[in-house]
């Protein structure tokens, strides 16, 4: 007979002095519980050792067959694509898919203890959903990961899968301008450190400068990749008198916001003012009129990034870089017919 049994979530409760039920909800990651209560569990949780039972099973078989996904949302029309990419990808490779967000109602450390070693086999990180500092915590430990759109630190060697955002924005731009003569063209960014936007950024103040147009701060204004933002960006733009003829939206959900406040306006679309967004997402083409955009391959992405951790997870080595073309869509929005 085992002299030293496994701690039950029994035990923890009494350890903690609360009840089972409350345990299970911080085991859980729920919101519900305070935050003195939940420190007390962790504490007992930590001096008992304590495994819960799911990842018990893990640690005898040393794998659940079940990746991790880390967003910071899941909205607007650009995440469909790329989580059918995932979620098809994971299942041909039999592996479950197990995706959590993190905002301030849901703490990074909630999600650490959702998706960490003990309940997934590895992570795909989307950008800006992790900082630094964790991604070094998990590498360190041998944890596999993947990101999305994401550089990593320089001391870690983590695979990345992206998409070629500046010579996209930087052909897009100059569509702009070497076929419908635009020069005043405001550029919406995206988030604060959304390394996507930065780089259509580098784009398109790369094409500026190489057709002899100064960049004038005044034209780059956030957007924050969602209609709303955008929306109150480009409002603000008329409201301060500054002159423009077209706008780079930053991506499509950006640029639907963008047209709404335009039309609002009574600006017209593309006669007043010329609009261009990034993504190529399914309703890019719905709009009025049809958007240009550049096609990125979302899909793939997240295919991809599947197939990278699947072979980390197999003791593997996979691709330090998978970086996907981009594709110049031309539509009515930009002044084409």
């Given at each position: 007979m085992d002299k030293n049994p496994a701690p039950t979530i029994g035990d923890v409760a009494r350890r903690a002095g609360v009840?089972?039920?409350?345990?299970?909800?911080?085991?859980?990651g729920s919101a519900s519980v305070e935050a003195g209560t939940a420190e007390r569990v962790h504490a007992a949780i930590?001096?008992?050792?304590?495994?819960?039972?799911?990842?018990?099973?893990?640690?005898?078989?040393?794998?659940?067959?079940?990746?991790?996904?880390?967003?910071p949302e899941i909205g607007g029309w650009f995440?469909?694509?790329?989580?059918?990419?995932?979620?098809?990808a994971a299942r041909e490779a039999e592996y479950d898919l197990l995706i959590h967000t993190v905002d301030a109602g849901y703490p990074l450390k909630a999600a650490r203890r959702a998706l960490g070693m003990h309940n997934?086999?590895?992570?795909?990180?989307?950008?800006?959903?992790?900082?630094?500092?964790?991604?070094?915590?998990?590498?360190?430990?041998?944890?596999?990961?993947?990101?999305?759109?994401?550089?990593?630190?320089?001391?870690?060697?983590?695979?990345v899968v992206?998409?070629?955002?500046?010579?996209?924005?930087?052909?897009?731009?100059d569509h702009l301008i070497e076929v419908h003569g635009r020069r005043r063209i405001v550029f919406l960014q995206g988030p604060e450190g959304h390394e996507d936007s930065e780089w259509r950024e580098r784009g398109y103040r790369e094409s500026l400068e190489a057709h002899q147009i100064p960049?004038?701060?005044?034209?780059?204004?956030?957007?924050?990749f969602s209609e709303a933002a955008a929306a109150a960006a480009i409002g603000q733009l008329m409201l301060d008198g500054t002159d423009f003829d077209a706008v780079f939206s930053g991506d499509d959900d950006a640029s639907i916001g963008v047209l709404t406040a335009l039309q609002r306006a009574g600006?017209?679309?593309p006669d007043d003012v010329a609009v261009v967004g990034f993504d190529d997402v399914p309703v890019a083409r719905f709009l009025t009129p049809p958007l240009t955009t550049v096609r990125a391959?979302?899909?793939?992405?997240?295919?991809?990034?599947?197939?990278?951790?699947?072979?980390?997870?197999?003791g593997e080595r996979a691709e330090p870089l998978i970086l996907l073309p981009t594709e110049l869509v031309i539509r009515q929005s930009c002044g084409c017919r």
């Open positions: 009840s089972i039920a409350t345990v299970s909800r911080v085991v859980n930590a001096e008992l050792h304590y495994v819960p039972r799911n990842a018990a099973r893990v640690l005898a078989s040393r794998r659940t067959r079940t990746i991790g996904l880390l967003l995440f469909p694509s790329m989580l059918r990419g995932i979620e098809t997934t086999d590895g992570l795909i990180v989307f950008t800006n959903s992790v900082e630094a500092a964790e991604l070094m915590r998990l590498k360190h430990n041998g944890f596999p990961l993947v990101l999305l759109h994401q550089t990593p630190p320089e001391t870690l060697d983590i695979p992206t998409i070629e955002n500046k010579s996209g924005a930087q052909r897009l731009v960049f004038d701060k005044s034209l780059v204004a956030v957007g924050d600006r017209r679309v391959p979302t899909e793939q992405v997240g295919a991809d990034a599947v197939r990278q951790l699947a072979r980390l997870i197999r």
